[in-house]
């Protein structure tokens, strides 16, 4: 069982708006930045996004991420069909000292 | 461009040794943090292990504490994971990722590589 908590699946139709959401607790998510990764079949996990809201270059903003207490989200807008992927959350544990990542999302464009 | 080429794995007989190297270009390498994430086929990503950019701290994952080394050489731009004792749930693809910071403590792994194999038979 993964210490972050994200929903096995989620679904939407192309040009809607889907969330993830990532629960935590205060060891994790409460007190420490949250990243977002997107990991396309096949290939290595990408970041978009990490300090909890902030996007690298390179990254529209369709996506978005927000955070609140022991709990982060995970924004699309806009959906495509090449958004299809897993998403993970990740952040820093510090009563484990370990990097923990959710179980992974996978996004599902209908 | 920031590119971390993974080598070393392979196919490895339970108990036995293997160490994975990354090779790091294209930024900076003594500036920041490092990781090893690995993915078991169909599975998640897990974190491995973490070291501070002079590899002065470290950090591993309960499932490997004991067992396996990261270590970084600056003057050769290189990260490495010595894993012993292996076992046939170390079974994973093992990623090298680069962290936004000078730690690991969570600000992100901005780069990944594309990761190398590691089987051990159960």
């Known amino acids: 069982q993964s210490v972050l908590t994200q929903p096995p699946s989620v679904s939407a139709a192309p040009g809607q708006k889907v969330t993830i959401s990532c629960s935590g607790s205060?060891?994790?998510?409460?007190?420490?930045?949250v990243s977002w990764y997107q990991q396309l079949p096949g290939t290595a996990p990408k970041l978009l996004i990490y300090d909890n809201y902030k996007r690298p270059s390179g990254i529209p903003d369709r996506f978005s991420g927000s955070k609140s207490g022991t709990s982060a989200t995970l924004g699309i807008t806009g959906l495509q069909t090449g958004d299809e992927a897993d998403y993970y959350c990740g952040t820093w544990d510090n009563s484990l000292s370990v990097v923990v990542f959710g179980g992974g999302t996978k996004l599902t464009v209908l | 461009e920031v590119q971390l080429v993974e080598s070393g794995g392979g196919l490895v007989q339970p108990g036995r040794s293997l160490r994975l190297s990354c090779a790091a270009s294209?930024?900076?390498?003594?500036?920041?943090?490092m990781h090893w994430v690995r993915q078991a086929p169909g599975k998640g990503l897990e974190w491995v292990a973490g070291?501070?950019?002079?590899?002065?701290?470290?950090d591993y994952a309960g499932s490997v504490k004991g067992r396996f080394t990261i270590s970084r050489d600056n003057a050769k731009n290189s990260l490495y994971l010595q894993m012993n004792s292996l076992r046939g749930d170390d079974t994973a693809l093992y990623y090298c990722?680069?962290?936004?910071?000078?730690?690991?403590?969570?600000?992100?792994?901005?780069?990944w590589g594309q990761g190398t194999l590691v089987t051990v038979p159960s």
């Open positions: 294209g930024f900076t390498f003594d500036d920041f943090g």
């Open positions: 070291i501070s950019w002079n590899g002065g701290n470290t």
């Open positions: 990722g680069k962290d936004k910071a000078s730690g690991y403590h969570g600000s992100g792994v901005d780069y």
């Open positions: 205060s060891s994790n998510i409460e007190n420490n930045y």
